[in-house]
């Protein structure tokens, strides 16, 4: 994934607690998916996404503050 992609798609799940649109999910990633295999990749990248929220951000309280504050 583009890293300045993935670092806007973590803010908009953490900041709206939704995962982003599926197309912008597709177009941050470096190698674009098949349409068959788009089902699969968007549930991996999703579920990735919400296990780095609830990991680095929610499960720590001072990370929390460090990442709220880095994203301002």
Same mark, same amino acid.
């Given at each position: #994934?583009?890293? +300045? &992609? @993935?670092?806007?798609?973590?803010?908009?799940?953490? !900041? &709206?607690?939704? @995962?982003?649109? *599926? =197309? $912008?999910?597709? *177009? &941050? @990633?470096? /190698? $674009?998916?098949?349409? +068959?295999?788009? %089902?699969?990749? +968007? &549930?991996?990248?999703?579920?990735?996404? %919400? /296990? !780095?929220?609830?990991?680095?951000? *929610?499960? #720590?309280?001072?990370? $929390?503050?460090?990442? =709220?504050?880095?994203? /301002?």
């Amino acid at each position: #994934m583009n890293s +300045l &992609a @993935l670092e806007t798609r973590l803010h908009t799940y953490s !900041f &709206a607690n939704r @995962l982003p649109r *599926d =197309q $912008k999910i597709i *177009d &941050a @990633l470096n /190698q $674009k998916p098949r349409i +068959l295999e788009r %089902k699969g990749v +968007l &549930a991996r990248v999703g579920e990735r996404i %919400k /296990q !780095f929220i609830e990991t680095f951000v *929610d499960g #720590m309280g001072v990370c $929390k503050l460090v990442y =709220q504050r880095y994203l /301002q």
